[in-house]
């Protein structure tokens, strides 16, 4: 197990603190961010190519300004920490994985366990991002990154030829100057928009907004009704819970929490004039849920944006003297079965570190000698996945798949299932053209949906 201890800031650790002089060296190789999975990998990976670091983030630690608590597939942290098991801070090793289809009186569940996944290297975790940024934080200042909380990056500072050299800050003491700047800043980056990388167009149409309830339950209640026992977990996602907005739901179990929430597109959200905890509220009250969070104590109400556009909507990834991952990129993939962003981020984070550490090596920084952070992602799982699924989104977040396809689904099951004697049980292919007619689904646009389904993901 590596030693990391808690990471020394350079600068402010509080809010009555928040005037502490920036540290003392004001110009660094690399200067990252946002300490967050992506800012920190990208931090790690540049420390240890011998680069100096700078690793900015707006709160007092990192972490405190995350509400996530999700799932998160730690094998891209095989080559940053070996065997990052022992140490990561993990509440439960999913070894429930299960998709739910549901509408407003029935659910349809497919549900798979695997013991192999609960040991190691393991498979995904729940876990909550105010411990899990701290602990990759702390490896990047191990590595020689070093931290400066309580700073807003608040501008780029360029030469008069446009290439960024550094960023601007809320401090009154102080800009700070690199050799490559990585923004890992979030959701709708100001500074990659300021640096020109996000396209012009409406990036509202390919966010959606996620609000979860964390909900404390006894660590033996969540055991007896998920079906687990130790350190096992459960991650439920859920399509048919948002009353028809582009969206799903999920449920997943902490130690002694569960963390239940839905994630809905932005546009859908506005034209319904519905409010998100509306349609927590009714996901919580739902026959399939209801058991499974009662007498829950709400001890966290949150909301974030997600990027959701997929590959076809990514910004341009690098410029002079500048790179961009994570979130502020645009990476979370949202492709129906595969919900995920952090290994997503941490893996773009650790590949933008590495180009950067390459470019300075080489004494070229501008965006041809950035460009094999592309090549990088490109090689890799992070654009690999993106670009293979890249017509999905599209499929997901459809008005038939939202609000036709889960009523279908169910009305199939339930004839399957259903024993209405003395009348002789119907062939599937009858189950299927009534649930067709019934939910208006033409047969020519469920046969190029299939198509769709089957090229993304065979």
């Not at 429930?96 to 009186?105: I, K, L, P, W």
């Not at 990585?182 to 980056?189: L, Y």
């Not at 839905?262 to 927590?280: N, S, T």
Request: hydrophobic content about 45%; glycine content about 12%; aromatic content about 6%.
């Amino acid at each position: 197990m590596t030693d990391v201890t808690t990471p020394s800031y350079a600068g402010p650790a509080s809010a009555s603190v928040l005037r502490q002089e920036l540290p003392a060296q004001r110009d660094f190789d690399v200067l990252v961010v946002g300490a967050g999975p992506a800012g920190s990998a990208a931090a790690l990976a540049a420390a240890r190519a011998g680069c100096s670091v700078a690793l900015l983030e707006r709160g007092p630690f990192p972490g405190s300004k995350n509400v996530y608590g999700g799932v998160v597939y730690g094998r891209i942290l095989d080559e940053l920490v070996p065997q990052w098991w022992d140490e990561m801070p993990v509440e439960r090793w999913v070894t429930r994985r299960s998709t739910m289809v549901m509408t407003a009186d029935q659910a349809l569940t497919v549900d798979f366990r695997s013991q192999r996944w609960g040991t190691a290297p393991y498979n995904g975790a729940t876990a909550h991002r105010s411990d899990l940024d701290g602990w990759l934080a702390g490896h990047a200042v191990a590595a020689g990154a070093v931290l400066v909380p309580a700073t807003v990056a608040t501008g780029l500072l360029r030469t008069t030829a446009g290439t960024v050299v550094g960023v601007r800050t809320d401090r009154p003491d102080g800009d700070l100057t690199a050799r490559v700047v990585i923004a890992c800043d979030g959701v709708n980056s100001f500074l990659a928009k300021e640096a020109g990388l996000h396209p012009r167009q409406d990036n509202a149409r390919h966010l959606t907004l996620g609000v979860k309830e964390t909900l404390a339950l006894p660590r033996d209640v969540i055991e007896q009704r998920f079906g687990l026992t130790g350190r096992d977990g459960q991650d439920i996602e859920i399509l048919g819970c948002t009353r028809g907005i582009p969206g799903g739901g999920f449920l997943y179990t902490n130690l002694e929490s569960v963390s239940l929430g839905v994630v809905v597109g932005l546009p859908g959200l506005a034209a319904a004039k519905v409010r998100p905890e509306e349609l927590l509220a009714d996901l919580k009250a739902h026959p399939a849920i209801a058991p499974l969070v009662r007498g829950g104590r709400q001890v966290e109400y949150a909301a974030h944006l997600i990027p959701e556009g997929g590959y076809d909507h990514l910004p341009e990834l690098a410029g002079d003297g500048f790179l961009v991952a994570g979130d502020a990129a645009g990476m979370c993939l949202a492709a129906g079965i595969w919900l995920e962003g952090v290994n997503f981020a941490i893996g773009a984070g650790m590949y933008a570190g590495r180009a950067a550490a390459a470019a300075i090596g080489v004494g070229d920084t501008s965006q041809a000698g950035l460009a094999g952070y592309r090549r990088a992602l490109e090689q890799s799982f992070v654009l690999a996945d993106h670009r293979k699924l890249r017509k999905v989104p599209g499929l997901v977040l459809s008005e038939r798949m939202q609000r036709q396809y889960p009523g279908l689904i169910c009305d199939l099951a339930q004839g399957l299932f259903e024993v209405d004697n003395p009348r002789p049980k119907p062939g599937v292919l009858r189950l299927l053209r009534t649930a067709v007619r019934t939910h208006g689904i033409s047969p020519r646009r469920l046969l190029a949906d299939a198509i769709t389904g089957m090229r993304a993901f065979g």
